[in-house]
Nanobody
Framework: VQLQASGGGLVQAGGSLRLSCAASERTFSSYAMGWFRRAPGREREFVSSITSGGNIKYYADFVEGRFTISRDNAKNSVYLQMNSLKPEDTAVYYC???WGTGLPGRSAPFDYWGRGTLVTVSS
C-alpha cells in the first residue's frame, strides 16, 4: 500500500488546514487508518485513528475537539480536518494504514506509512 499525504502548509494560529491521504490500494476499505505527527526534536506521536468502515474514531487527548478524522472509501482517501491550530501543532504529519476492521489505539502497530506533509503554525 502506498500512501501520500498532502495539504500541509503555513497557517496562523487559530487557522485551519485539511490534510488528505490518498492510498493506492484497491482494498483500502479493509484498512483502518491513522494520523501521526512528529514535531521538531520530538518523537512521533499518535494523533487520530479511524476504523475501516469509518464508524469509530479515536483521538489523542491534545486534540481537544479541534481535529476531525474522516475517510471516503470510494476515493481511497482519509482526511484530517484541523481547526483552531496552535503553534505546538507544528509538525510533519503522517498517515498510516493497518489491516483489519478494529480501531487502532495510540500504540498499535501500523503496516504501512506514507511520506509526511509539513504543517507550520505561526503565532
Amino acid at each position: 500500500v502506498q500512501l501520500q499525504a498532502s495539504g500541509g502548509g503555513l497557517v496562523q494560529a487559530g487557522g485551519s488546514l485539511r490534510l488528505s491521504c490518498a492510498a493506492s490500494e484497491r482494498t483500502f476499505s479493509s484498512y483502518a487508518m491513522g494520523w501521526f505527527r512528529r514535531a521538531p526534536g520530538r518523537e512521533r506521536e499518535f494523533v487520530s485513528s479511524i476504523t475501516s468502515g469509518g464508524n469509530i474514531k479515536y483521538y489523542a487527548d491534545f486534540v481537544e475537539g479541534r481535529f476531525t478524522i474522516s475517510r471516503d472509501n470510494a476515493k481511497n482517501s482519509v482526511y484530517l480536518q484541523m481547526n483552531s491550530l496552535k503553534p505546538e501543532d507544528t509538525a510533519v504529519y503522517y498517515c498510516a494504514a493497518r489491516w483489519g476492521t478494529g480501531l487502532p489505539g495510540r500504540s498499535a502497530p501500523f503496516d504501512y506509512w506514507g511520506r509526511g506533509t509539513l504543517v507550520t503554525v505561526s503565532s
